[in-house]
């Protein structure tokens, strides 16, 4: 025989003992309770679980119409069955409008085992299609919560308290500190303020070890989930401090489940779900925990490990900083007796090919210098935007100058370098980063299209000043366009090209730093060409 929870609405215990003859006739073990008032029914409804409701239509001080309001009070889906001797067409209909499921006289019981068990069947799946619209909706949100850019401790914070109380009474999240040598609870959702803050504080004396064989210390050990149905009927408790053990007890712990936090190095932490009441946690509530720890677990694993990154490249800026910092000292050294040594080269007429030499040793120098240059750059950048010298010059001077500065790179290459300048182009900029952020252009095409004409153009669109480098070089694949503005971007492998990749991120921010800024586009036929924008003064704007 299936055992059966019933509450029994009826004033009349002979009407009582009719109907769970007739359940156990139908194969049902009823266990029953009678209650004839709304005061009885409600704290029948709030103590305990029941499978049916059975109720008689009218009562001296109670109606089955009231009845169903009291169950409809507590948004539990419980079948409710009206079995009355007096009941006509008319009061049936109106008690089926009210929310019963099905109704009975009393002097025709026969089919009543076999509705209580088609209800029972209809109850359960709606109870499952509920259920699952439930953890849809919570799960959801979860992820919304997750992945909000706010602290990690306050997602954490949100996220316990999703579960609560539709789920379970409270929701625990843990994570395993080593240095700790536990579980250090990070996240607490319990409606009661006094006794969320009597955990908090126990936790923080006595947090749970790793040295239990079963709730969370076991979770963690093993990574395998936990349902506690009964924690009553657990033979010990879930940790060795009493105080804590106390606390459980003052919380009326009753049922949990215990999920892991998976990292990719293990676990994580863990997160629980608990009941207090007489309500016990199931198998769909440890889904529903094992789902919501693993969206958790992601988001933790994934701020590890971009923790890590953040640790690694602050690592490598001060490294590259440190390293710039050393070398630029003794590249100046190099530079000035290399200078001096090319000017009594030429003053005392050396031979031509050991002048050519020390030309070209002191071109790699000033190569050398320029990259150590931007790797401070990069440095300082990181931090802070650039800082500015802003003086009146040409632009077309300046690019000029630049293009001048590079002839005998170019010649070096076999390029033919160009230049169409339109002078006049006034403006406050700072000298210096207008210069390097030219400079970086033309090198750029030298390097990417060597044997081929690069083209520099100079010219007013507006009320900006705009540099157009040209060349015929590999080009640029499409989603390229802007990565390889990043700092250290490449659109081709180092081991191809030299250089860093910082060229054209600093050109970027020295252009942005004066309002103005740096594109690249793919040109027809093959090729790349880069534009330098920036804001001319308000009188050559007219």
């Given at each position: 025989m299936r055992p059966l929870r019933v509450l029994v609405v009826e004033d009349n215990p002979d009407d009582e003992a009719l109907v769970l003859l007739e359940l156990r006739r139908g194969g049902f073990r009823p266990e029953a309770l009678r209650v004839q008032t709304a005061e009885?029914?409600?704290?029948?409804?709030?103590?305990?679980?029941?499978?049916?409701?059975?109720?008689?239509?009218?009562?001296?001080?109670?109606?089955a119409l009231e009845a169903l309001k009291v169950l409809q009070e507590t948004g539990r889906d419980i079948p409710f069955i009206v079995v009355s001797g007096s009941i006509g067409e008319y009061e049936a209909v109106d008690a089926m409008r009210a929310g019963a499921r099905d109704y009975f006289a009393k002097d025709r019981l026969v089919r009543l085992g076999a509705a209580v068990e088609r209800e029972l069947a209809e109850a359960r799946?709606?109870?499952?299609?509920?259920?699952?619209?439930?953890d849809r909706t919570l799960l959801a949100l979860a992820s919304e919560v997750l992945t909000e850019p706010e602290d990690l401790d306050e997602r954490l914070r949100r996220l316990v308290w999703l579960p609560v109380p539709r789920v379970a009474d409270w929701c625990t999240l843990r994570l395993y500190e080593k240095g700790l040598g536990g579980l250090r609870l990070v996240a607490l959702a319990h409606p009661?303020?006094?006794?969320?803050?009597?955990?908090?504080e126990v936790d923080q004396r006595s947090p749970l070890t790793v040295d239990m064989d079963f709730g969370p210390a076991r979770v963690l050990s093993t990574g395998e989930s936990e349902l506690v149905?009964?924690?009553?009927?657990?033979?010990?408790?879930v940790t060795h401090a009493s105080e804590y053990?106390?606390?459980?007890?003052?919380?009326?712990?009753?049922?949990?489940?215990?999920?892991?936090?998976?990292?990719?190095?293990?676990?994580?932490?863990?997160?629980s779900l608990a009941m207090d009441g007489p309500r016990r946690l199931g198998p769909e509530d440890l889904s529903f925990a094992e789902e919501l720890a693993r969206r958790a677990g992601l988001v933790l694993e994934n701020t590890r490990l971009f923790r890590e990154v953040q640790d690694a490249v602050r690592l490598r800026d001060e490294f590259l900083t440190v390293a710039a910092h050393e070398l630029r000292t003794p590249l100046t050294t190099l530079r000035l007796q290399l200078g001096s040594l090319l000017h009594h080269a030429n003053e005392d007429q050396l031979a031509p090919e050991l002048v050519t030499r020390v030309e070209r040793s002191m071109r790699q120098v000033l190569r050398l210098g320029t990259l150590v240059e931007s790797l401070l750059d990069v440095s300082r950048l990181t931090s802070a935007e650039p800082s500015l010298s802003p003086e009146r010059f040409d632009l077309a001077e300046a690019v000029r100058a630049v293009v001048e500065r590079y002839?005998?790179?170019?010649?070096?290459?076999?390029?033919?370098?160009?230049?169409?300048?339109?002078?006049?182009?006034?403006?406050r900029w700072d000298r210096a980063r207008v210069e390097q952020a030219v400079a970086a252009l033309v090198s750029n095409a030298l390097k990417f299209g060597p044997g081929r004409p690069v083209e520099v153009e100079v010219t007013r669109e507006g009320p900006v000043g705009r540099v157009?480098?040209?060349?015929?070089?590999?080009?640029?694949p499409e989603e390229q366009l802007e990565r390889i503005f990043e700092r250290f971007g490449r659109a081709v492998s180092s081991r191809s090209y030299g250089g860093l990749g910082l060229g054209l991120y600093l050109a970027r921010r020295?252009?942005?730093?004066?309002?103005?800024?740096?594109?690249?586009?793919?040109?027809?036929?093959?090729?790349?060409?880069?534009?330098?924008?920036l804001p001319l003064e308000k009188e050559e704007r007219a």
């Open positions: 009885a029914m409600r704290e029948a409804l709030a103590g305990g679980a029941f499978d049916v409701i059975l109720s008689d239509f009218s009562m001296p001080a109670f109606t799946a709606r109870r499952e299609r509920a259920r699952s619209e439930l009661e303020p006094a006794r969320a803050a009597r955990m908090w149905e009964d924690a009553l009927a657990r033979p010990r408790p053990v106390q606390v459980l007890r003052e919380l009326g712990f009753r049922s949990a489940v215990h999920a892991p936090l998976r990292g990719r190095s293990g676990v994580l932490g863990v997160l002839a005998a790179e170019a010649e070096g290459v076999g390029c033919e370098l160009r230049v169409s300048a339109r002078p006049g182009l006034w403006g157009q480098v040209l060349d015929r070089g590999i080009g640029i020295a252009a942005e730093a004066h309002g103005g800024r740096a594109w690249a586009q793919t040109r027809e036929g093959g090729g790349a060409r880069f534009t330098l924008e």
